[in-house]
């Protein structure tokens, strides 16, 4: 099966950036989207961004708390987070889909593969 490899993490002043990647292997998984997702303690899984594999960026049904997606393979993403916050403070996941639908795509259930989750953690 297809193993979702994730980096970056760690702890990070306000206002600072922090860059991560996701790199998928294995299995035969035909991924149509890469997608990123946070959950804080006592929180739901949320959706961050997502990039489909012919470069659609989709975002959350609210503008607000936006990152930057990007990916130079259909196997690798990154997340560039810029002016951090506290309130960002989360376990960031990877995830992979075979979905590219804008609505199944913001939901944890559109995902097939996910990464293990690293901890984000922006100090006031």
Known sequence: QVQLVES?????????SLRRSCAASGGTFRSLAMG???QAP???REFVVAVSSS???Y???SPKGRFTISRDTVNTVYLQMNSLKPENTAVYYCADSNNDGVVVLRLPAGYNYWGQGNQVTVSS
């Open 8 to 16: 970056g993490g760690g702890f990070v002043q306000y206002g600072g």
């Open 36 to 38: 990123w997702f946070r």
């Open 59 to 61: 975002y959350p049904d």
């Open 42 to 44: 006592g929180m739901e």
């Open 55 to 57: 470069g659609r960026t």
